[in-house]
Protein backbone atom coordinates (compact mmCIF):
# COMPACT_ATOMS: atom_id res chain seq x y z
CA UNK A 1 0.00 0.00 0.00
CA UNK A 2 2.58 2.66 0.62
CA UNK A 3 6.21 1.64 -1.22
CA UNK A 4 9.07 3.20 -0.16
CA UNK A 5 9.33 5.53 -3.25
CA UNK A 6 6.03 6.73 -1.74
CA UNK A 7 7.82 6.74 1.95
CA UNK A 8 11.24 8.24 2.33
CA UNK A 9 10.64 11.16 0.65
CA UNK A 10 7.39 11.70 3.26
CA UNK A 11 9.77 10.95 5.60
CA UNK A 12 12.55 13.04 5.28
CA UNK A 13 10.49 16.03 4.51
CA UNK A 14 8.88 15.31 7.85
CA UNK A 15 11.69 15.31 9.69
CA UNK A 16 12.85 18.35 8.22
CA UNK A 17 9.80 20.41 8.81
CA UNK A 18 9.62 18.53 12.22
CA UNK A 19 13.47 19.80 13.00
CA UNK A 20 12.88 23.13 11.87
CA UNK A 21 12.48 26.05 14.27
CA UNK A 22 8.79 26.63 14.98
CA UNK A 23 5.67 26.97 17.35
CA UNK A 24 5.51 23.50 18.76
CA UNK A 25 10.10 23.37 18.87
CA UNK A 26 10.28 26.77 20.77
CA UNK A 27 7.52 25.05 23.41
CA UNK A 28 9.97 21.81 23.74
CA UNK A 29 12.93 24.17 23.87
CA UNK A 30 11.58 26.57 26.38
CA UNK A 31 9.97 23.65 28.86
CA UNK A 32 13.19 21.76 28.63
CA UNK A 33 15.42 24.71 29.50
CA UNK A 34 13.39 26.02 31.94
CA UNK A 35 11.87 22.75 33.85
CA UNK A 36 14.42 20.15 32.94
CA UNK A 37 15.24 17.35 31.08
CA UNK A 38 12.59 15.17 32.06
CA UNK A 39 9.66 17.27 31.48
CA UNK A 40 10.97 18.72 28.22
CA UNK A 41 10.90 15.41 26.89
CA UNK A 42 7.39 14.50 28.27
CA UNK A 43 6.07 17.70 26.50
CA UNK A 44 8.07 16.70 23.18
CA UNK A 45 6.26 13.53 23.30
CA UNK A 46 2.87 15.20 24.02
CA UNK A 47 3.18 17.80 20.92
CA UNK A 48 3.87 14.37 18.66
CA UNK A 49 1.29 12.26 20.41
CA UNK A 50 -1.10 15.42 19.52
CA UNK A 51 -0.29 14.80 15.76
CA UNK A 52 -2.89 11.88 15.98
CA UNK A 53 -5.77 14.08 16.23
CA UNK A 54 -4.95 16.03 12.86
CA UNK A 55 -4.52 12.75 11.12
CA UNK A 56 -8.06 11.78 12.13
CA UNK A 57 -9.38 15.02 10.90
CA UNK A 58 -7.27 14.85 7.91
CA UNK A 59 -8.43 11.70 6.88
CA UNK A 60 -12.17 12.07 7.59
CA UNK A 61 -11.98 15.52 6.16
CA UNK A 62 -10.43 14.83 2.52
CA UNK A 63 -12.39 11.51 2.88
CA UNK A 64 -15.35 13.39 3.00
CA UNK A 65 -14.52 16.22 0.36
CA UNK A 66 -13.42 13.49 -2.17
CA UNK A 67 -16.50 11.87 -2.30
CA UNK A 68 -18.92 14.68 -1.57
CA UNK A 69 -17.67 17.29 -4.61
CA UNK A 70 -14.46 17.52 -6.66
CA UNK A 71 -15.17 21.33 -6.71
CA UNK A 72 -15.03 21.61 -2.98
CA UNK A 73 -11.89 19.53 -2.96
CA UNK A 74 -10.20 21.78 -5.52
CA UNK A 75 -11.16 24.73 -3.42
CA UNK A 76 -9.53 22.57 -0.57
CA UNK A 77 -6.52 22.11 -2.24
CA UNK A 78 -5.91 26.18 -3.64
CA UNK A 79 -6.78 26.95 0.46
CA UNK A 80 -4.16 24.22 1.24
CA UNK A 81 -1.86 25.58 -1.05
CA UNK A 82 -1.83 29.38 -0.41
CA UNK A 83 -1.40 28.56 3.40
CA UNK A 84 1.60 26.50 2.71
CA UNK A 85 2.83 29.33 0.58
CA UNK A 86 2.09 31.94 3.42
CA UNK A 87 3.51 30.04 5.91
CA UNK A 88 7.14 29.83 3.36
CA UNK A 89 7.05 33.18 3.27
CA UNK A 90 7.02 33.81 6.81
CA UNK A 91 9.86 31.64 7.40
CA UNK A 92 12.05 33.09 4.52
CA UNK A 93 11.23 36.33 6.02
CA UNK A 94 12.15 35.42 9.43
CA UNK A 95 15.02 36.64 11.36
CA UNK A 96 16.12 33.40 13.30
CA UNK A 97 16.63 33.44 16.86
CA UNK A 98 15.20 31.22 19.92
CA UNK A 99 14.17 33.05 22.80
CA UNK A 100 14.05 30.77 26.23
CA UNK A 101 13.18 31.61 29.66
CA UNK A 102 15.37 31.32 32.47
CA UNK A 103 16.76 27.66 33.21
CA UNK A 104 16.04 26.56 36.70
CA UNK A 105 12.51 27.54 37.21
CA UNK A 106 10.46 26.66 39.84
CA UNK A 107 8.53 23.37 38.84
CA UNK A 108 6.59 22.49 42.12
CA UNK A 109 3.80 20.05 41.81
CA UNK A 110 4.71 19.76 38.11
CA UNK A 111 4.89 16.07 36.32
CA UNK A 112 5.86 14.18 33.63
CA UNK A 113 2.11 13.52 33.17
CA UNK A 114 1.19 16.39 33.10
CA UNK A 115 3.62 18.38 30.70
CA UNK A 116 2.53 15.78 28.79
CA UNK A 117 -0.73 16.26 28.72
CA UNK A 118 -0.01 20.47 27.94
CA UNK A 119 1.75 19.21 24.94
CA UNK A 120 -0.86 16.98 23.83
CA UNK A 121 -3.15 19.94 24.33
CA UNK A 122 -1.23 23.01 22.78
CA UNK A 123 -0.79 20.80 19.29
CA UNK A 124 -4.10 19.51 19.18
CA UNK A 125 -6.11 22.94 19.57
CA UNK A 126 -4.03 24.67 17.43
CA UNK A 127 -6.32 25.07 13.89
CA UNK A 128 -3.10 26.11 11.97
CA UNK A 129 -1.58 22.62 12.48
CA UNK A 130 -5.20 20.47 11.37
CA UNK A 131 -5.00 22.91 7.95
CA UNK A 132 -1.03 21.95 8.02
CA UNK A 133 -2.50 18.16 8.12
CA UNK A 134 -4.84 18.86 5.68
CA UNK A 135 -2.19 20.71 3.14
CA UNK A 136 0.76 18.33 3.58
CA UNK A 137 -0.23 14.60 4.08
CA UNK A 138 -2.31 14.51 0.19
CA UNK A 139 0.58 15.79 -0.73
CA UNK A 140 2.29 12.05 -0.88
CA UNK A 141 -0.90 9.85 -1.53
CA UNK A 142 -1.37 8.08 -4.41
CA UNK A 143 -4.73 7.66 -5.47
CA UNK A 144 -3.82 4.59 -7.86
CA UNK A 145 -2.91 2.75 -4.98
CA UNK A 146 -6.49 2.58 -3.08
CA UNK A 147 -7.57 3.24 -0.07
CA UNK A 148 -6.67 6.87 0.17
CA UNK A 149 -7.34 7.53 3.64
CA UNK A 150 -5.59 4.48 5.43
CA UNK A 151 -2.51 5.40 3.15
CA UNK A 152 -3.18 8.82 4.69
CA UNK A 153 -3.31 7.37 8.33
CA UNK A 154 -0.21 5.81 7.86
CA UNK A 155 1.69 8.48 6.81
CA UNK A 156 0.00 10.55 9.98
CA UNK A 157 1.39 7.66 12.50
CA UNK A 158 4.49 7.82 10.36
CA UNK A 159 4.89 11.78 11.09
CA UNK A 160 3.80 11.45 14.74
CA UNK A 161 6.24 8.63 15.38
CA UNK A 162 9.41 10.68 13.78
CA UNK A 163 7.86 13.81 16.06
CA UNK A 164 8.07 11.71 18.78
CA UNK A 165 11.65 10.74 18.19
CA UNK A 166 12.64 14.41 17.67
CA UNK A 167 10.34 16.19 20.11
CA UNK A 168 11.65 13.68 22.80
CA UNK A 169 15.48 14.27 22.32
CA UNK A 170 14.73 18.35 21.66
CA UNK A 171 13.07 18.21 25.11
CA UNK A 172 15.99 16.35 26.52
CA UNK A 173 19.25 17.66 25.36
CA UNK A 174 16.85 21.47 25.51
CA UNK A 175 19.43 22.87 28.10
CA UNK A 176 22.21 22.74 25.54
CA UNK A 177 20.37 22.97 22.65
CA UNK A 178 18.99 26.17 23.36
CA UNK A 179 22.84 27.61 24.47
CA UNK A 180 24.26 26.33 21.48
CA UNK A 181 21.47 28.34 19.47
CA UNK A 182 21.91 31.27 21.52
CA UNK A 183 25.27 31.51 20.57
CA UNK A 184 24.94 31.04 16.84
CA UNK A 185 21.69 32.79 15.81
CA UNK A 186 22.57 32.72 12.15
CA UNK A 187 21.87 28.60 12.42
CA UNK A 188 18.27 28.89 13.48
CA UNK A 189 18.17 31.64 10.50
CA UNK A 190 19.33 29.00 7.81
CA UNK A 191 16.91 26.29 9.10
CA UNK A 192 14.43 29.09 8.32
CA UNK A 193 15.45 29.77 5.47
CA UNK A 194 15.30 26.35 4.05
CA UNK A 195 11.90 25.81 5.50
CA UNK A 196 10.64 28.53 3.36
CA UNK A 197 12.06 27.23 0.38
CA UNK A 198 10.29 23.40 1.39
CA UNK A 199 6.75 25.04 2.29
CA UNK A 200 6.63 27.32 -1.09
CA UNK A 201 7.23 24.45 -3.20
CA UNK A 202 5.04 22.40 -1.65
CA UNK A 203 2.25 24.88 -1.81
CA UNK A 204 2.93 25.45 -5.51
CA UNK A 205 3.09 21.88 -5.95
CA UNK A 206 -0.40 21.44 -4.65
CA UNK A 207 -1.89 24.69 -6.50
CA UNK A 208 -0.70 23.89 -9.96
CA UNK A 209 -1.51 19.85 -9.13
CA UNK A 210 -4.58 17.99 -10.53
Excluded at 97 to 120: E, H, I, Y
Excluded at 199 to 209: C, D, E, H, I, T
Aim: proline content about 5%.
Amino acid sequence: MITPEQLLPFLLTAVLLTATPGPDNLMVLSVGASKGRRLGMAFGLGCAAGCLSHTLLAVLGVSAVLAASPVAFTALRWVGGAYLIWLGIGALRSRGGVGLPVAGADVAGDSAARQFAKGVLANAINPKVVLFFLSFLPQFVVPAQGNVPLQMAVLGVVFTLQAALLFGALGWFAGSIGQWLQRRPRAGLWLDRLAGVVFVGLGLRMVVSR
